[in-house]
T-cell receptor
Framework: NAGVTQTPKFRVLKTGQSMTLLCAQD?????MYWYRQDPGMGLRLIHY???????AKGEVPDGYNVSRLKKQNFLLGLESAAPSQTSVYFC?????????????FGQGTRLTVV | GDSVTQMEGPVTLSEEACLTI???????????LFWYVQYPGEGLQLLLK?????DKGSNKGFEATYRKETTSFHLEKGSVQVSDSAVYFC???????????FGGGTRLMVKP
C-alpha cells in the first residue's frame, strides 16, 4: 500500500548547495506533479509531467528542474538552493485528469535552506 | 486566471460544534471542485468532490454543494470531533486540464 513515496522527508541545505528530491508512485499513474506549500499560500504547482519523458512548467518553476525518465519516478532538482526555497514540497500523481479525477499525495519533504 | 479563495484560519471550535469553511472560486469555465484534508504530519487526501453545478459531495459527515450562481463550494459539518483537526484545502480542476488549483488552506482546531 505504498502509493506515493517521497525521499527524503527532511533536509537542511546551505545556500548554494544542490539536491534532488525523489518521488516514486506504484499506481501506474500517467500524471505526476511537484507542489510547494507555504503558509497562507496553499499549494503552488512547480512542474508537472503527463507521461514518461515529458515535463512542463507550472506556476512557480524558477530555480527548479525536473526529470521523468521512468513512469513511476519524478525527480525535482535544486541546482543552487536559496533561502526562498525553504518550504514543504509535495509530490502527487493521478490518472489523466478527467471530470473529478483524484490526485494522490506523498507525505511531503520539509526543506530548510540556511 | 483561475483562483480559489478560502476563509483564513485558524478556526477553533469545541467538540460537537457546527463547522462552515467558506470557499469561492474564479474560473472561466465549469471546473470540478474538491476539498482535500491534511492531517498533521501527512500529505493531502481527498475528502470530497463535485463535478457539476448543484452536485453535493459528502464524506465522513462533511458536505459541500457546488453553487455555480455564487461560485462557491463551502465545506460544512454538523458536529465536529477532535479527530477533525487538520488543514482543509479547497481546489478546482478543469476537465482534461493539467493541474489542480488550490486555495490557501484553513486550519481547523477542535478542542474537547
Amino acid at each position: 500500500n505504498a502509493g506515493v513515496t517521497q525521499t527524503p522527508k527532511f533536509r537542511v541545505l546551505k545556500t548554494g548547495q544542490s539536491m534532488t528530491l525523489l518521488c516514486a508512485q506504484d499506481m501506474n499513474h500517467e500524471y505526476m506533479y511537484w507542489y510547494r506549500q507555504d503558509p497562507g499560500m496553499g499549494l503552488r504547482l512547480i512542474h508537472y509531467s503527463v507521461g514518461e519523458g515529458t515535463t512542463a512548467k507550472g506556476e512557480v518553476p524558477d530555480g527548479y528542474n525536473v526529470s521523468r525518465l521512468k513512469k513511476q519516478n519524478f525527480l525535482l532538482g535544486l541546482e543552487s538552493a536559496a533561502p526562498s526555497q525553504t518550504s514543504v514540497y509535495f509530490c502527487a500523481s493521478s490518472p489523466p485528469l478527467r471530470q473529478g479525477t483524484e490526485a494522490f499525495f506523498g507525505q511531503g519533504t520539509r526543506l530548510t535552506v540556511v | 486566471g483561475d483562483s480559489v479563495t478560502q476563509m483564513e484560519g485558524p478556526v477553533t471550535l469545541s467538540e460537537e460544534a457546527c463547522l462552515t469553511i467558506n470557499c469561492t472560486y474564479t474560473a472561466t469555465g465549469y471546473p470540478s471542485l474538491f476539498w482535500y484534508v491534511q492531517y498533521p504530519g501527512e500529505g493531502l487526501q481527498l475528502l470530497l468532490k463535485a463535478t457539476k453545478a448543484d452536485d453535493k459531495g459528502s464524506n465522513k459527515g462533511f458536505e459541500a454543494t457546488y453553487r455555480k450562481e455564487t461560485t462557491s463550494f463551502h465545506l460544512e459539518k454538523g458536529s465536529v470531533q477532535v479527530s477533525d483537526s487538520a488543514v482543509y484545502f479547497c481546489a478546482l480542476m478543469y476537465n482534461a486540464g493539467n493541474m489542480l488549483t488550490f486555495g490557501g488552506g484553513t486550519r481547523l482546531m477542535v478542542k474537547p
